[in-house]
């Protein structure tokens, strides 16, 4: 419940909303709710929901999902989108 305390956490439906509580899991979640995640929904969908789905993740979220399933930051839509974006120069 702590990572979603902005929801109605009792109404959420976990497969529709799959894609945030992927991303909200490893953004903020300990390793056993990583391995909760993965037993939930598969490693496959994990995966593919990062390769395909999800369009932002800190730097930091980045290269734990790349270290932890081996992936390379360009497999990600989140990373080719972020290198896409043109940065503002300060």
């Known amino acids: 419940k702590r990572l979603f305390c902005e929801f109605k956490y009792d109404e959420m439906d976990w497969q529709k909303d799959s894609e945030t509580v992927i991303e909200r899991v490893v ?5 056993e709710e990583w391995k909760e995640m ?6 496959r969908k994990v995966i593919n929901t ?4 999800t369009t932002y993740l800190t730097d930091r979220a980045i290269k734990k999902v790349c270290d932890f399933f081996k992936l390379k930051p360009e497999e990600l839509k989140c990373y080719i989108r972020k290198q896409s ?4 120069w300060i």
């Open 85 to 88: 974006r043109s940065q503002l």
């Open 38 to 43: 993965i037993r939930f929904y598969g490693e």
């Open 50 to 53: 990062f390769k395909n789905k």
């Open 27 to 31: 953004e903020r979640g300990s390793p």
